[in-house]
């Protein structure tokens, strides 16, 4: 009976070889298509390095439309929001119109009028 567990064992083991030898080589050749995402989501800052953190389970596949959208930071208070809910006033992005306008009227903005 024992040496039934061990070939359960040993086919567990071994499939899981094959699984990290797979791993290993599917993000060697993922990272050229998975950089461009995460050269983007670096340049917005340090809050979505959490997402790509997760996808290191499956680079390839089931990544969502939300990911491939680029991710736009918030001029006035810095949270990110996917672009097309984004609002672009003078060159500067912002989160709602409402924060467009407070940034417009603060007096310290350079842009200001
Ligand atoms: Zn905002």
């Known amino acids: 009976m024992r040496q039934i567990f061990l070939l359960i064992l040993l086919f567990?083991?071994?499939q899981w070889l094959v699984k990290a030898l797979r791993r290993a080589e599917a993000s060697r050749t993922a990272r050229t298509?998975?950089?461009d995402d995460a050269?983007?989501?670096a340049r917005t800052g340090t809050r979505t390095s959490g997402q790509a953190n997760g996808?290191?389970?499956g680079a390839s596949g089931k990544s969502p439309a939300?990911?491939?959208e680029p991710m736009i930071r918030c001029?006035?208070?810095g949270v990110h929001a996917p672009k097309s809910e984004?609002?672009?006033v003078a060159g500067q992005t912002f989160c709602s119109h409402?924060?467009?306008k407070r940034y417009a009227a603060r007096p310290t903005g350079r842009d200001a009028r």
């Open 33 to 35: 298509g998975a950089g």
């Open 75 to 77: 001029v006035e208070c």
């Open 98 to 100: 409402d924060h467009a």
């Open 66 to 68: 939300q990911l491939a």
């Open 39 to 41: 050269g983007a989501n």
């Open 86 to 88: 984004s609002v672009l």
């Open 12 to 14: 567990i083991v071994g």
């Open 55 to 57: 996808t290191n389970g």
